[in-house]
């Protein structure tokens, strides 16, 4: 079974210094990764994705993510938080193989940025 | 164009009555997915249809909860004698499907808020 895990319920960052939210992973053969964001009293939007190729992904508002197979990561990252980054954050797998495989997210990590 | 609708945006209701929840995915979208987000348990995969396929229905937590998708498009939630623990707010999501070596991006409707006395 696949599974993800986010291992940190809530960070903490300054507004200018760079954060991480942690994504690991669990899948049979090789993953797609993805993180959503939820704003708060919005709904859950896409932030990017990794499919295969260059494992550092960049997506929607300056954020990154990079993929590391030995160790089954996937953390988000951003050089210069702001406060308007301050919302929860999801991580999401699912297997590359196999026709339709579902989408397994995590608990989710809320991130708050600190003015 | 339109994204992800849900309705009604709020529902509140008595223990034991039945609950229906609509969702309208993106037009062309065959795939669409039904989760339940309760604080601080994240989100919870309950159901998932792909075009004409048996739909995925191993996430539904009792026999309480049922899912039905017609025409391909239109899908609704029904939870029958509705529980204090069914309290939660319910996402639906689409998605096309498959997209090969792309993978899938879900989005997301502004859910469905339940609150059970």
């Known amino acids: 079974a696949q599974s993800v895990a986010q291992p940190e319920d809530q960070v903490n960052v300054a507004e200018g210094n760079p954060l991480t939210v942690k994504c690991t992973y669990s899948?049979?053969?090789?993953?797609?990764l993805f993180w959503y964001v939820q704003y708060p009293n919005r709904g859950l939007q896409f932030l990017l994705k990794y499919i295969t190729g260059d494992n550092l992904v960049k997506g929607s508002y300056g954020f990154e993510a990079e993929f590391n197979k030995s160790q089954t990561s996937f953390h988000l990252k951003k050089p210069s938080a702001l406060v308007s980054d301050s919302a929860l954050y999801f991580c999401?797998?699912?297997?590359?193989?196999?026709?339709?495989?579902?989408?397994?997210f995590g608990i989710g990590t809320k991130l708050q940025v600190i003015p | 164009g339109a994204g992800v609708s849900q309705s009604p945006s709020n529902k509140v209701t008595e223990k034991g009555k039945d609950v229906e929840l609509r969702c309208d995915p993106i037009?062309?979208?065959?795939?669409l997915y039904w989760y339940r987000q309760s604080l601080g348990q994240g989100l919870e995969f309950l159901i998932y249809f792909q075009g004409n396929s048996a739909p995925d229905k191993s996430g539904l937590p009792s026999d309480r909860f049922s899912a039905e998708r017609t025409g391909g498009s239109v899908s609704t939630l029904t939870i029958q004698r509705t529980q204090q623990e069914d309290s939660a707010v319910y996402l639906c999501?689409?998605?096309?499907?498959?997209?090969?070596?792309?993978?899938?991006?879900?989005?997301f409707g502004p859910g469905t808020r339940l609150l059970v006395l």
């Open positions: 037009s062309g979208h065959t795939a």
């Open positions: 999501a689409s998605s096309v499907f498959p997209q090969g070596a792309r993978g899938e991006t879900q989005y």
């Open positions: 999401a797998v699912r297997a590359s193989s196999g026709g339709y495989q579902k989408v397994t």
């Open positions: 899948v049979s053969g090789n993953p797609y």
